[in-house]
């Protein structure tokens, strides 16, 4: 049982690793200002009203990747009050 168990699960952390690698790292100093000008740019869109003239794909894929900062958000707030209800007062 516990061998099928490894075995099964090898080939799936090796992916898991390999995209952890890419995706979770901190952004490099070279980074930083191409999400700042990103950031500028969301917020000329939100003053002007020019996100209403996205695609439905664009939009969905906007709000998948807004609803991802929330949750990642939420899991840090989760680790550091070290569980899921409430503040220790």
Do not use: C
Not at 13 to 41: C, D, H, N
């Amino acid at each position: 049982m516990v061998a099928a168990a490894v075995t099964y699960s090898k080939p799936r952390l090796a992916t898991f690793w390999r995209y952890a690698k890419v995706e979770l790292i901190p952004p490099t100093p070279g980074e930083i200002p191409t999400a700042i000008q990103s950031m500028k740019k969301i917020i000329q869109s939100a003053k002007t009203g020019s996100f209403k003239h996205l695609t439905v794909k664009e939009a969905v894929l906007n709000g998948l990747v807004a609803t991802e900062v929330w949750m990642w958000f939420y899991i840090g707030e989760i680790i550091g009050k070290r569980g899921i209800v409430g503040y220790d007062v």
